[in-house]
Structure formats: C-alpha cells, structure tokens
C-alpha cells in the first residue's frame, strides 16, 4: 500500500469508527473503558483496519504501557503455540477454535493492560461493535457471551458494505501487532481466505 493510500485508509477509518461509536451509543450501552470481560476472545481485524492500528502503535511507541504488551504478547504467542503445535493453520483454527480456548483459559487480548485497552481509541471494528445492554452481568458469567444482535447487526452490514467494494481478508490482532514488536518469528502461516459480500 503506497504512503497517499494509507493516508486515505486511515482517514476513512477514523470515520467508519465514529460512525460506528456513535450507532453503539443510540443501543445505550451499560460498557465502559474498563469493562473488560469482553476481552478474552480472539480479536480479528479487517486488513483495512491494519493502517489506523499500526499508525497509532509508531506515534505511542514510547508509552510504558507498550513494554507490559509487548509481555503480553509473549504469553498470548506462548498460548498459541500451545494450542496449535502445527505449523499450519486453517480459518476455523485461528477464528473459530481459538476463540473458545482463549476465554475458556481466560488468556486476556495482549492489548488488555490493567484491565484497560492500551489502543482504545483504535481499537477494532469488532471490539467497538460488541456490547452488552442494561449491565454486564452476561458478560461476567460468560467469557463467550456475545454482543448485543443489533450491534452485531450493524458490524455486517459495514463490514459488508466494504467487502462490496474493494478485496478484504481478516486477521488476528496480535498477528497485525506482532512485527511492530519485533516478533515477526511468533507468526505461523495462516491461509487468509478473502471475505465475500453476502447478498442481504
Ligand atoms: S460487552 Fe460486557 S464486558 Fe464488554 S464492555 Fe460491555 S458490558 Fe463490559
Ligand atoms: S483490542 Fe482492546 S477492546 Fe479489543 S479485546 Fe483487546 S483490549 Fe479489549
């Protein structure tokens, strides 16, 4: 991606996130900065959403907060390579499989520091988009419990809205953030299926 498209990328995602905080506030949601028992599923991320992530990560490099992420990346890898010894990874591994180990074993996001996210204000489409209504005791109970439907709603429809329009695949977060910490080495070959519109 040339540096002219990346700016554009960027900009259009600080609006796609705007857009997006704004429809999750008219759900009222009971979430807060914080509230994190939502943050022990995997985090995927549309390659889209990779320039806005890595942009932020270069302008903070130097905040402490980093350093306890980069730790917690070491054990989400560590996690990881635990689960799945291969050195191959189909989709339903890495999206599927995984999302229930990772709660089950409750091993947090790496970008959970204190129970606080330390890219909150670019956190991913997915993140944004999950919510819990009225209070967070669902949340609690279950490490899995998802979003509200008509969050979840919304995220397809701009999810798909950009699958209509220009190639899209997916990826974990910690696979996006691993080369800006210099551990490139953790990544195994996942094959990328490209994401499809689906007709409404
Ligand atoms: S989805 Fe649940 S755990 Fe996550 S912020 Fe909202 S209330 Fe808290
Ligand atoms: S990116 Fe932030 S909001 Fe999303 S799961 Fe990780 S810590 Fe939680």
Redesign the pocket.
């Known amino acids: 991606m040339d540096a002219q498209t990346r700016k554009t990328v960027i900009q259009h995602f600080r609006q796609v996130y705007l857009e997006a905080d704004k429809a999750m506030c008219l759900l009222n949601?009971?979430?807060?900065r914080g509230?994190?028992?939502?943050?022990y599923q995997s985090v995927e991320m549309l390659n889209w959403e990779e320039p806005i992530l890595t942009d932020y990560l270069q302008r903070h490099k130097n905040d402490p907060v980093f350093s306890k992420v980069y730790e917690n990346l070491l054990t989400w890898f560590g996690f990881f390579d635990a689960t799945f010894p291969k050195n191959e990874l189909t989709m339903h591994d890495a999206f599927d499989y995984l999302n229930t180990r990772q709660a089950r074993q409750k091993i947090p996001c790496p970008f959970l520091v204190e129970n606080y996210c330390a890219i909150y204000p670019v956190r991913p489409l997915c993140c944004r988009c999950?919510?819990?209504v009225e209070?967070?005791h669902?949340?609690?109970a279950n490490l899995l419990?998802d979003?509200e439907p008509e969050a979840e709603a919304y995220r397809e429809k701009v999810v798909n809205e950009i699958v209509k329009n220009v190639p899209t695949t997916l990826r974990l977060l910690p696979f996006v953030a691993a080369p800006f910490f210099g551990l490139e080495n953790r990544i195994k070959p996942i094959h990328y299926t490209r994401l499809l519109p689906v007709n409404n």
């Open positions: 949601p009971f979430c807060m509230c994190a028992w939502c943050c999950h919510i819990a209070n967070n669902s949340c609690k419990n979003s």
